[in-house]
């Protein structure tokens, strides 16, 4: 399955075992894609990575979904986790107060670079 959303950078954190944390929000315009996010939360691990306004990509590698949040206005966030070691963390101040389009696959495929 191939899925692009896009929303916003909420935060990111890292933790001492080398784990990464981020978070996204989607607005309820994008209601139809972050509930496709629910099929991939039992699929387990898969290929993303996220691309800002501006065009540039950060590849978050193997990822999976910890958490997906709706409030009451529709809008979700999304918690992703993946390894330090595979995220291009230089680039994580690029995508901080800027539209920013995920893109993930099912991990049996390639992320797309589109």
Same mark, same amino acid.
């Given at each position: 399955?191939?899925?692009?959303?896009?929303?916003?950078?909420?935060?990111?954190?890292?933790?001492?075992? %080398?784990?990464?944390?981020?978070?996204?929000?989607?607005?309820? #315009?994008? +209601?139809?894609?972050?509930?496709?996010?629910?099929?991939?939360?039992?699929?387990?691990?898969?290929?993303?990575?996220i691309v800002n306004e501006d065009g540039e990509k950060i590849k978050l590698g193997t990822v999976y979904i910890d958490s997906i949040r709706i409030d009451k206005d %529709?809008?979700?966030?999304?918690?992703?986790?993946?390894?330090? #070691?595979? +995220?291009?963390?230089?680039?994580i101040c690029n995508i901080i107060e800027k539209i920013v389009t995920l893109k993930v696959k099912t991990a049996e495929g390639e992320e797309s670079d589109e």
């Amino acid at each position: 399955m191939n899925l692009q959303i896009t929303g916003t950078f909420d935060s990111s954190t890292t933790k001492s075992n %080398g784990q990464q944390n981020m978070r996204l929000k989607f607005p309820y #315009s994008e +209601i139809a894609n972050y509930s496709k996010l629910l099929m991939l939360v039992a699929g387990g691990k898969m290929k993303a990575i996220i691309v800002n306004e501006d065009g540039e990509k950060i590849k978050l590698g193997t990822v999976y979904i910890d958490s997906i949040r709706i409030d009451k206005d %529709g809008e979700a966030k999304v918690a992703i986790v993946g390894e330090t #070691s595979n +995220i291009e963390m230089s680039n994580i101040c690029n995508i901080i107060e800027k539209i920013v389009t995920l893109k993930v696959k099912t991990a049996e495929g390639e992320e797309s670079d589109e």
